[in-house]
Nanobody, 127 residues
């Protein structure tokens, strides 16, 4: 079992950067595909980025590709989301999630593939 706790959210201006962190409990963190999802007010939760458990390969939603970078540090049981060039439309609650689906490419951008979720951290980008 994995418990996830996000941090690093806040209020920033358009064009600013922010780094989110997700600390995981448990001894098998390195065996989980890790991802970030987000949910804006009045919208469904959507996929943002994922990093493979096996070789740190990454995958991004089109809307954030080139601006966001997901990474993981297995020694610290932590996954990060570096967000640059933030836009008002990036405003959302950001959730960290963990999956043990194999291969990692199957459903990597679907909520149903992730069995563990954090509580979320609010990111607000003002124009």
């Amino acid at each position: 079992q994995v418990q996830l706790v996000e941090s690093g959210g806040g209020l920033v201006q358009a064009g600013d950067s922010l780094r989110l962190s997700c600390a995981a409990s448990g001894r098998t963190f390195s065996r989980y595909t890790m991802a970030w999802f987000r949910q804006a007010p009045g919208k469904e939760r959507e996929f943002v980025a994922a990093v493979a458990w096996s070789d740190d390969t990454t995958y991004y939603a089109t809307s954030v590709k080139g601006r966001f970078t997901i990474s993981r540090d297995n020694a610290k049981n932590t996954v990060y989301l570096q967000m640059n060039s933030l836009k008002p439309e990036d405003t959302a609650v950001y959730y960290c999630a963990a999956s043990n689906v194999r291969p990692w490419t199957v459903g990597r951008d679907r909520e149903s593939s992730y069995g563990y979720w954090g509580q979320g951290t609010q990111v607000t980008v003002s124009s």
